[in-house]
Structure formats: C-alpha cells, structure tokens
C-alpha cells in the first residue's frame, strides 16, 4: 500500500500521514521503537490531527494504525508517566486540590481521545500486534475495527492498580455483544486474541497479517469515500447519536438531521447514477 | 401453511391478513410484481392495520412477512418516489420551509414504521430474498427477525446519498452485539447473508427456505399465543422500556405494571394447569 | 475445591459460605432437596449477605453457585408461594389498595436481587443443571456468568401468567447480544443450553462440569483478588455506571472517581512490581 | 371583539372557531350551559383541532378560551363520566384487564391534550372564572396562560378521589416557581385565585375582566403573528425541547434545527425591514 | 395543639412523635438545648423513623418541626462532627482508601436524609429560628415548607469549607424561581429571612410564629388527611416522578400508576359523597 | 470601582480586565462607542478568556460587565453579521452542505458563550441600560445576574426571524420561576425592564445605576473569594450538574466530589477560624 504524504498533514511529529487513494488519510502512530507506547505529546497531537481531518473537504474517510511490525501500541508509555504524573510533580498539595487538579488533567486526555469519536468523518482502526490499555480506549473511539490474526488485546488497566479511565469502560461494554464478557476481561486484565475479539464483535473483521488488515482497510476506505459524504457523514453522526439516546429521541434528531441533508443534490445524483450506470461524483463537505 | 382471510382485515389494499392458527394473524406485504417495493399508500395503511391489531383481542401474535419467491421488500419503491417526493413538489419555497415540511414528512413516515412497534402483540418479522433499506428499518421495528437463507440484506441508503431516516440508524445498534459491524454495513451498505446476520444476533432463526421460515414462525407463534396474553404482552411491554431507560427506571416501572398485572387470573390458571397437566385457556385481551 | 467456611457468615440459614482462596467468599445456595427454589426467607437473606460482603475488607471477589447436582435453582418456590402470596392475604381489599401493596412488595423482592449488582466486590455466578426463572434474574445482578455444559435456562415466567419483575426484563437485553434472541426468549419460555448461552454472550465461559466450572470460577476469582482492590472496584463501578448512562456522563463520572483512586498508593505498587518481577500487596479495602 | 368564523373550521360541533386578526385562530369552549364540562366527545374534538391548526399555514397563533361568562371550563363532565367509564362498561373483567384496557383509555386522553403542545403554533390560553381540573391540564399544555382577576382555580383531582392523571402533574412543576406551592395545591385541592397564579407564575398576566383578558391576548396574538412564523414555530420547538433536556442536548439539537431554518429568507427580510422601517411580510408556513 | 404521643413511635430517643388529629403524625427535632443540632444518632433515626410512617396504615400527612423556640435546627453539631470524622478516624489510610470509604458514608448520610421524600405520606416541614445548614437539605427533601417569619436560613456549607452535599444542591435548584438566586445563597452562604424565602418560591406559607405556622400545618395536614390516601400519596408519587423525568415519561408512569389506583373505591365515594354532601370515609393504605 | 489591570490578561483586545479586589477579576466588554455590540472576534476572544480564568489560581470569582452608560450589550453587530454570515459567503454551494457548515459554525459559537457556564469560577453578570439577544444568552451562562434599575431586556431574535440559537432557548427556562412568562418573552421579543426581571427571579438583585450595582456586585464577589475556594467551585459544580440531571444521579456525583474534596484542609480551616473568630486562609486552587 504505497501511500503519498499528505500535504497538509506533514508538520505533525509522532504520526506519519499518507493518502492510500483519493479522500482516504492514513493516520500512522510512529514510534515503532518503543512499540507506539504513548507520551503526553503524543495524545494532544492526535486531538490536533482528529480536529484537523474532521472538516477538511478532501478527506472522507480515516484509517488510525500503529508503525512496525510488533504493536498497534502498547498504551501509555509507563516509564515516562511514572517520572511525571500531574500527582508527582505537586507532592505538597494536599489530597483535595490534587484531586480536582488531576480530574482536570484526566478529562483533557479523555477529550484527546474523544477527538476520534467527535470526527466528522468513519475512522477505521487497524490493529496488530501488541494493542493493549490505551490501544482499546483508542480503538472504541474509532468507527470499525479491524485486526490482524497475530493481535493480542488487554484492557490491561487493573493490572497497573488503577481503573481504565480515558474511553475502554464507558465505550466498550456499547461495543460489543457480551456483558459478562466486558467485565471478565476487564476485571481480569487479561490477554484476549483476535478470534475472542471477533466472535464477541469488538472487531468485525480478522485478516492473517497486518498487511492483509491494512489492505482491507483501504478497499473498505475507498467504498466509503465513493459515497456521498453528506449521507456517510450524516450516517456516523445519527449512529454515535442513537447509542447515547432513546429510541424516539433520535428518531426526532434525524428528521430534523435529513430536513436539511435531504436538500443536497447527493440524492438525486445517486438515484440517476443507479439508472445510468455512471459512477456518481459528490460535491466535497 | 393454508391460511384463511382474517375477517376484520380484508379491505386493505396492500396486504394480504390470514391467520395460520388460533389468535396469530399473518400480514403479508403483497406487492411481489415489485419485489414489494413501498408506496406511500403502502406504509400508511400498514400503520393502520397495526393499529387496528394492537388492540384486538382476537391478535396475540402477527407475523409479517413478504408475498412472491423474490423478495421480503426491495425497500422504497425509488421510481414512485423520484416523481413525487414532497420537495420537488414544491420547488418554489424556500430552503428553510422545504426542510420544515420535510421534517414533519419524515416524522410521519417514522411514525407509521414505528406502529409496528407499537402493537401490543408481539410481531415476528420473516425475512427472505432481497431485504434492503426499508425492509431493515421495519423488521428493526419488529420484536423478532427470522429469515430464510437465501436472504440478502442491506441497510442500502448510504448508496443513494442519504443517511437512513426511518428507524434503522436508531435501532439497528440495539438490537446486535457489535458496534463496529453496525457501522461497517451502515456507513459502506455492503450486503450481508443470513449467516452474518445470525453470527451478530440480528436474526435468531435462519431456515432452510421461505416456506420453512415461515412454518418455524407459525410454531412459534402458536406457543406465544398459547400463553397468558397479559403475561406476553408485559413482557413486550416491560422489554421495550428497558431498552430506553436504565436498569433502576425499568424495574419501577416493571413494578406499577406488575402491581395491576397480577390481579389477572392468568397466574393462578397458569400454576394449576400445570399441576393438572391441563392446558390453560386464558381470558381475551 | 475444599472450601473452609467463612467465619462471620456461618449463621445465615441458606447458604453455605466458605473461602476458596485468599479474599474470595463462596456462596452457595444451600436447599438441593428442593433444588435450591427461594422461599422469601431466602432473599431477604441474600441481601443481608451481599450488603455485609460488600464492605467487608477480607472479601474481594464473591463466587455464587446453587448446591446438590441438580440445579443453580428452579426458582420461585411455587408451591410455598401459592400458599402466601401477598394478594391471596388481603383477599378482602379492593384492587387499587391490593396493586399499591403489591408493589411495595414487588419493590422490595427487586431491592433484594439487586444486592448483588450493588455489591461492591465482583460477582461470579457459576450455573449448572435447571436454572429457570429466578436464576437468571439472579444471575443477571451478576457481573460474570459462567455454567456447566448440563445447564438448561430458561425465562420461565410467561409460563406462570406473568412477566418477569424481579430484574431479567431489565438487564437481560443490556447483557447479550440480540434483541431477537432476548424476545424469542423470554417471549416463549423455551429453554435454551449452555452453547446457545454462549453464542449469545449471557455466559462468558462453558465447562464440562459443575466441578470445572466452579475450578475455573476458583481461579478467576483468585486473579482478580490478586489485583489492586481499588482498581477491580473501581472497574466495577464505573462498568455498571456505563451501562445506564451515556459515554460522556460516564467520561465526567470517571475522572471524578480516579481523581481520588489514583491517590491510592496501588498504582505505584503495582508499576513498581511489574518492574521488580516481585508480586505486589495491597491494602484492603 | 368580533370574530369572523374560520371557513375551514366550521364542522366542528364543540368548539367555535373565529379569526379574530389575520393568521390568528381563536378557539372557544362552547358548552357553556354545562360551564364548558367537558364530555369524551369534546376531548377527541379537541385533537382534531388542533392537529389542523399545527400546519394550517393560514394560521400562526391560536388563543384557547371558554363561552360563557361562568367558567373557562369546570372540568370533567363528571355526571357524565360516571355513566360510561371505562371500568364500568367492563364489570365483569377482572381487575388486571380492566387496569390494561384503563390505561389504554387514560393514555389516549392523555394524548388529545398533549395535542395542544404538540400544535406547532403557540397556543395562548385565556382563562376566566371556574377554572378547575381538566382546566389546569389543558391550560398546562398551552404556551402562554392569561386570566381574567375572577378566575379561581383548583387542580381538583383529589377530591375526587384520583390522582391528576392528563397533564398536570407532568407540566405544572415545571412550569411554576415553587415545589412547595405546587405540593400544597396538588395535595390539597384548594382554591387558588388569579393574584396568586401570578405570583407562582402559572399565569403571566392578569386583566380586569374575561374581555380585557381576551382582548389583551389578542394583541400578543397579533405581535406574534407579525413576526417570521419560521422563528416563531422554532422558538416554540425548541423551548419544549429545552424543557425536556440537558443544556448541551438542547443546544446540539438547536443548530441542527437552525441550520435549516436560518436557510429561509426570514431573517434577512426582517433585518432590510429594520433598517427601512417597513414592515416586513413572511411566507405562510 | 395539645398533641397525644403515637404509641407506635414512642421507643424514639432524639424526636418527640405525637398526632395531633386523625390521621396526621407530628415529628419534632428534639434536642432543644444545642438549637436541634444533628448527631449522626439523630439521622439514622430519622431514617428509622421514616421508614415506618411510609407504610403506617394509621397515618396519612407527617409534620416536621424543630423543639423549642429558637432553631427548626443549627445543622450538623459542628462540634461533634469535629471529633469523630470518618477522615480523622483512619489516619494512616491512603487518600484513595479514605475517599471510597468517605464515599460509603456521604452516601449513606445522604439516603437517611432521602427517607422523608421516599416516605408515601405527604411531610410538611415547619420552620422558625434558626434553620441553616442540614435544615435547609431536610426541608428540601419534604413535600411542603412553610415558616414563622422569625425564621433566619442559611446554606451554610461554603462557610466551614465545604460543598453541601446532602440534598441541598441536587433539590433546592428544582424547588425555587430563580436560578441567579439559588447561586447567591448557596455561594455565598448569606442568610435570607422568611420574606424572601417566600417571594422566591421556597416556602409557601409564612406566619407570625412558630405556633401560628405549626397551627396552620396541622389544619393543612387534616385537610389533606380527610382526601382519599390512594389519590393523595398517589399525587405525591407522581410528582416527585415528574421532576425527574420528560413530560413523556412521566405521563407514561402516571397512566401505569392510574390503571391500578382508580380501580380503588375511593373515587366512587368520593363523587357520591358530593352528590349527597356527606363526608366521605377512605379505607386505610 | 478603582481597579487595576489584571497582568495576565493586559493581551485581549475587546474586553478591559481589572481586579477590584483581591482574587476577583473584572471582564469589561469594551466596545461601548457600538453599545458593546459583539463581532465574531469578541465570542471567539471571550472563549479564550474564560479558560484562562477558569484554571488561573490568582483567580476565585469574576464580575463580567458592559463598558459605558448605555448598554450592557446590544447583542450581535447586525451589520457585520449582514456582510460576512457563513451563508451569503458560499452562495454556490446547495442548501444541504450550507446547513452542515451553519451547524458547525452555530456549534461554535455556542461553545464560546457556553465557555462562560464552563468556568470554573463563578460569574456575576453586571447589566445595564440595553441587553438584548446575545445579551440574554450571555448573562443565562452566567452564575449570578444582577442589573442596574434602567436595564431594558428583550430576547430580541424573533424580531430579526430567528430562533436564538446561543443558548436563551436553554438555560432561561431552567433559570426562572414561569414557564408562561418564558414562552410570552421568547415569543414576541417584547421588552422587560429591571423590576420584572427581579419578580421572575431573572436576575436576583436590582440596584439604583450601573454604578451601585457593580458596587454590590464586588463586595459579593469579595465574600465569595474570602470563602474556600475548594468549596466555592465544588458548589458551582455540583449546582451546574444538578440542573441537568435528577436528585438522584446529583447524590451521587455529589458523594463521589466530596470524597475527595473533604480531604482538602479547608474545612478544618473553617472550623478552626469559626472557633477562634480569626479570618481563615485558604490555598489557592
């Protein structure tokens, strides 16, 4: 999957973002040597990038995937949080204002993470390889997910004394299929496999590598990006709607939703497509 | 399965109603020249035959299903609908009033769609051959879903630049295990089999053909009708709630509705039939 | 698995409570004669149990399974039940004063099963043999289902007259994975087996026997009070909060909690173990 | 205030239905030899009305008022009920079909009240006199509530035996300033007259007379109907919504509902209109 | 008021309960000397004492009032409070330890404090001097406020360092006009006197003394007591619901809550006994 | 009112910000030659302002007022709107892409005012003289409002044919006692003056001139930022969250905030200081 830089995108300094093919942004995790594990710069750039991609008209689809052959990421870089936690560095502050200061600091890392979720545009995550803590808080905030057959998962939080706390609890147990399921491995922390991941639905497809995983993701990016962007768009935006609300309250969201979106051309010019056979060309958003 | 006309429903024009057995009704979408493609008149009328049975106390159980070999329904019937969509009908307003007719358009054609979900009875949902775009969004509406395996289903409107508006989008992700496969079929409206749909629990029952579908259904809901219809019909009731509120709301609701529910006669029967191994008869409702 | 009984529980009547393991308490359901069916002696017991584990600093993780080899539990003691049901004492008030008291009872028989989804300790419900009825509203206050290969469920209570009101309307569908399959279910009453419990997410594990399942409960118990007590109920915690609300009340509501646990010294104990190849100890909770 | 009978609604049997400016309707209560009792008839009279007044566009804004000088209307017809209630028709029910068949009952009533919120046109509300029961829920469900300085009112249902059950116990306390006035009122029955309905703010003015009253809702009627019918109707939208909602969902569904309606020339002809101190003419909606 | 002790409640140590009429409990605060100021003796009690007036046949409307001349009450006894914290009582637990199980006890003060809304019968809390603090969360949690006009109130909290949390700021939003008001009292911690405490919606009734008030309760609570029990603890249920939920929702719950209640003979008498103007007898609840 | 520029915030352009005491800053809207009417820069330059204040320790309160004699603010500058509006600047594109472009720009022009209601600290809103549209929505995302006797309010956007969509729509439902009142403002945007604003609980103090009013406006704002400031902005938050949500999910987030707020040494302080009658100093937070 060779892939051009992005023009836009080349400032940013732990991603790699490429262009597998028109209106489709590959967002790379690049710190491949130490297994895409996470530094604090790292998440505040991806709430850049996310901002960036959601409202740029000549990108439709976004695929999120770490660099290297052995981790999607293996989550916080635990030795560098362990030099600086916002709690460390205040040691003479007492219990109560650390605390407000560090749930400050916890709900601007959830709204780095958040930012995937909040673009306006479907991001497929491809995972291989070690993905473990913030790789599934990561990864609920992503549209789709899809993984390689060698991809070993944990909600590994417990196992470092702490409740995950950036995404995996609040999303995970909407994700997927088994109640049970959710608790045991996150009270557990342990290891689950690419199989378990399908068979419970947290991924909805396996592929026998990486590259495979990758080139699926790009087939699927593309069909997406062959779409009208105003109903994929709409679509992501009434389904992140539905899951936090009753069924009536997004049915009334939606109405007015497509009172609006139903005005743009997207319809007819995919209806007349239909019968012409030609292939439909959408304004961009 | 011969069925015989069900008296009180035979003046609509659009659906064939029969009753396969005692207190089940069958309401057949009857349109097969066009794969059973929706009209307009179509999805009113079906709004009024479910009003008709939620209250009917000869209805414990409807199944719905399609008429010809082809198709459950090929959803919106698009060539009516490209004549006479309520906005080209009125080119000369403005975009602001077109949306606003729009929306009131829109929530009406919900509400006919979500009458099925209404009905106090449960509604068995037998699907087969093609079943895209409007056909998701009415057997979401359902409370069970059964298909033959020749089924093909897609949740089509991305493919015809719009983001479904009719009940798909907002019970699509309750109704399966996995989220990341609800947006892969939403966002790319690639087709899916009835094995797919079994794996993510969007059918419960796959059957060998049409015919057997629609025997296995029939039993079914002969068993459901056998019930104590006050206890059926809680249920639905009880079930639909919990879908739309939290744990502690439903069982208050649970029960006030039990608190009145279990005056019926209906327990006592239910326990002493099953002491005399005798089979119960339960009041109407 | 030789259990020694737990000394500040030996004089609850019905259930057998001993330790597998270090901070692990098994509660056994004790009336095989009458293959574990509750008499209302025996809920309000359960809640005295749930409610003293729940804060008690020896116990960490709760195994709850049924004795004798028949049954986890029929559920309702019918016959006793038929005998003193609250409507059946009051035979001379009207039906609006008959519902109001019926409620408080119905209110307070659900406040009694949902002691075990208040427990602040994980819960590990092991099945096996009949499980019908009450069994599964009970198993659903769980956190993490397994069972036995012999198992056979079913959502009894439609053939008894009623609707089921002791919780399984309410969580059932937020468990598992298809609302198909939870309507067909509880709709029905049909039993369902150990496989088809398992494809459809209600119980995260099979095993051969009621022996291995409890062995496998045993040791996932054992992993889990292993961890840092503060981080497993914690993850509790905030698994069931996701449940009824949505992603971003229960984002805020995390921080709020971490913003105090991770003032707790676990985490570092747990980093620094990890680094020293050591096993780490926690304070009690 | 001479009113001219409105054409299109002249079938109505009680109710009598003038224009008395253009764009505004004025809906009169026409029992008043009964002090506008209200019979079923009059309730299911009163949804068709007003579902033909939420999208005539020669209608911007309705005022609700009673004939008579005695009474806006005195409730319930309770003579009337007491012959053909629901309950008594059915005697030989048993109690849980009769509290079944009751709530369909109670929750159709329900909805031709609600059918006065639902009208997208704002609904002023002109009471005089006896104002009791059904008067405070159908005054409720109005938008704006006016009254003549004789009017007394009770939320009666207490004394009848019942708790409130179409609209006032949902819409009073939200609509007034004090829980523990509405508390006090609700529980007591008690009289309360027009200098108090001001001071709780259940009323937002109160005249000398049922004229001066009429007269003075004219006017606002007027004013409103000189405004943009798009940003009236939005603002009535969206003030239920706001009711019903979160702050954050109020405003997320607002920009959805402006996106379009800020699309309509409105705003920019009201705008010119300013600027040239003419007055400007809106499309009908 | 001349009031005979209720001889079910006489084995209360911190309130003195007598009944002043029929039907109607009287609950005085009872330790005079230190201005009724709350040891955490006094509300576990109270929740006792709550919890059985709920279901007490005998009784229909509480009173709540403060002894002696000088405080409805000071709050918490500030002094002992000092002494016996759960904070200072475990020293060298970590922060996270203590907070979870501060957490345990806040919750725990909270729902003793929660016991008067949860009571069924109408409470009407009467207030004079001194009401600051834990007086202001109590009152909140009652049906019905009223004060002497010597009554001087205070949300003390922010004074000793602190964000009430036992009722205040979750109720007193949703019992009063003005949003802008709510915050000044309650950051600021300045007192407000009777006047303003009625002109903006707090209480409802202010009198010359605590007499005049405590008279005034008692003919409110005899008034309310003479009403059926079923529509009066019905109201109260309703309401407490409506403030809770959408109109919607509560209208749902209300037709579920009625479907039952007015199967009761209450409403029959009650119509009857204005027919014949005789006073009508309610059986108990 | 002497006050000396803020150090910190001499940078922004469109507003003066003082502190006339200690820990109190002053936001002055300073644009009075155009009735402090907002261009797109002062919302974008308000947002940055309250985030700095938000988190600044210097900072425990904020006064936010209108620069010169004759307005608060007279909302949006409608001439720079007419010439730069998002619609009228891509003529080109169709009415489905311009309403999801509004929907983005609306969204962020919320998000700017809602950065007020966001602070951490609390805000009082100081007007005068002319306060209308944008006026309103402010001062609703405000904590406090109080108001010279001239004031003249109005929610002025039906007038120029729109709904309000800052936020009025929101917040003035939940901040004041009539819904009626709310509805009769909101829909014929006719005035109100200071004195009506007080009696609806709008604002909550009314004074002689802007300039007595600011007065009081300091010195409660001097004994808000005398109290602790661990306390002071809990009750913010915890009354901001309350609004939003039922008394019961309140008690909780409520339970989980003290558990470690309590554990701050400011209520010791507080008490220690009540004892001693000395002045306690709080840490900066």
Redesign the interface.
């Known amino acids: 999957m060779a892939q051009a830089p992005l023009a836009a995108y080349t400032a940013y300094k732990h991603y790699a973002i490429t262009s597998p093919s028109p209106f489709v942004a590959h967002v790379e995790i690049n710190r491949p040597t130490k297994l895409n594990a996470f530094l604090e710069a790292m998440w505040l750039e991806l709430r850049q990038i996310f901002q960036q991609l959601s ?1 740029d008209p000549d990108v439709r689809v976004v695929i999120l995937s770490g660099a290297g052959d052995r981790a999607f990421t293996a989550g916080l870089d ?1 030795q560098a949080a ?1 030099q600086g936690t916002p ?1 460390q560095g205040e040691s003479d ?8 200061k ?3 600091y ?2 601007d890392f ?1 709204d780095c993470i ?1 930012a995937v ?1 909040r673009c306006e545009k ?1 991001v497929i995550c491809v995972m291989h390889g070690i993905a473990i803590g913030l790789a599934i808080d990561l990864s609920c905030a992503a ?3 899809m993984c390689a057959k060698d991809t070993r998962f944990s909600v590994k ?9 950036i ?1 995996t ?3 995970l ?12 491995v ?5 290891f689950f496999d690419a199989k378990e991941a399908l068979s ?6 396996v592929h026998e590598s990486k590259a495979a995983a990758l080139d699926a993701a790009s087939k ?1 990016a593309a ?2 990006a062959s ?2 962007p ?10 992140n709607h ?7 309250e ?22 007349l497509s ?1 019968i012409t056979k030609s292939k ?1 060309r ?2 961009k ?1």
């Open positions: 409202t635990v362990s709690i502050a007492d219990a109560g204002r650390k605390a407000i560090l749930k400050r916890i709900t959830q958040s979720e479907p549209d789709i997910r939080e417990v196992d470092i004394g702490m409740a995950a706390d995404g609890l609040a999303r147990p909407k994700a997927v299929s088994s109640a049970s399921w959710v608790k045991e996150c009270l557990s922390a342990r419970v639905g947290f991924v909805s497809q699927l069909v997406m779409k009208s105003v109903a994929v768009q709409g679509t992501k935006e009434l389904l539905a899951r936090d609300h009753t069924v009536d997004n049915l009334n969201y939606t109405a007015a939703w497509n009172a609006f979106a139903l005005q743009a051309p997207d319809m007819q010019d995919a209806l239909g439909p959408f304004e958003l």
